[in-house]
T-cell receptor
Framework: QKEVEQDPGPLSVPEGAIVSLNCTYS??????FMWYRQYSRKGPELLMY????GNKEDGRFTAQVDKSSKYISLFIRDSQPSDSATYLC?????????????FGQGTTLQVKP | DADVTQTPRNRITKTGKRIMLECSQT?????MYWYRQDPGLGLRLIYY???????NKGEISDGYSVSRQAQAKFSLSLESAIPNQTALYFC??????????FGEGSRLTVL
């Protein structure tokens, strides 16, 4: 079993829809939780970052962490065609700046106009 | 110019050949990383370096070696490439806040 599981999709939604992306994990020691967005032929870029449990909102994006259930989510409101990308969850143990992240498989999202 | 630059961007080679992927960064970060991305497996850490004199193995280091030539340069070598090393390779640096900055990737195909 992988430490981090993420449904690879693909996920296709109409423009304006609310999108929910999810990851589950098995290592209770994870403390830092991130979502990266990767456009085609590009490297991943950090989208959201949370420490421990709770919610974090940034514009149309909301990240949720439920450590008791070992479950994290990324919600995208009013989705746009420009949101079409692969979304990767990532987690780390201990200090956030070790760069030693465990990534999910990535979910490919397509937002249709 | 990109903050993290990888060369080559694409490479096709044959089994048994030696390959080097190069990475340079202009962000001034001490820590550099090589990740590998495969469909259905996400990104996995190959090697990382916290400074010029510090090299560490990651999750999947077998078959790979690295060299940290300077703070800004970190290269990945495949001494004898094999087909299951066909993948997309990413170099990255990390900020003090924990954000990874990735290059645009080097796509390697081993025939």
């Amino acid at each position: 079993q992988k430490e981090v599981e993420q449904d690879p999709g693909p996920l296709s939604v109409p423009e304006g829809a609310i999108v929910s992306l999810n990851c589950t994990y098995s290592n209770s020691a994870f403390q830092y939780f991130m979502w990266y967005r990767q456009y085609s032929r590009k490297g991943p870029e950090l989208l959201m970052y949370t420490y421990s449990s709770g919610n974090k909102e940034d514009g149309r994006f909301t990240a949720q962490v439920d450590k008791s259930s070992k479950y994290i989510s990324l919600f995208i409101r009013d989705s746009q065609p420009s949101d079409s990308a692969t979304y990767l969850c990532a987690m780390s143990v201990g200090s956030s700046n070790t760069g030693k992240l465990i990534f999910g498989q990535g979910t490919t999202l397509q937002v249709k106009p | 110019d990109a903050d993290v630059t990888q060369t080559p961007r694409n490479r096709i080679t044959k089994t048994g050949k030696r390959i080097m992927l190069e990475c340079s960064q202009t962000k001034g970060h001490d820590r550099m990383y090589w990740y590998r991305q495969d469909p259905g497996l996400g990104l996995r850490l190959i090697y990382y370096s916290f400074d010029v004199k510090d090299i560490n193995k990651g999750e999947i280091s077998d078959g790979y070696s690295v060299s940290r030539q300077a703070q800004a340069k970190f290269s990945l070598s495949l001494e004898s490439a094999i087909p299951n090393q066909t993948a997309l390779y990413f170099c990255a640096t990390v900020s003090n806040t924990g954000e990874l900055f990735f290059g645009e990737g080097s796509r390697l195909t081993v025939l």
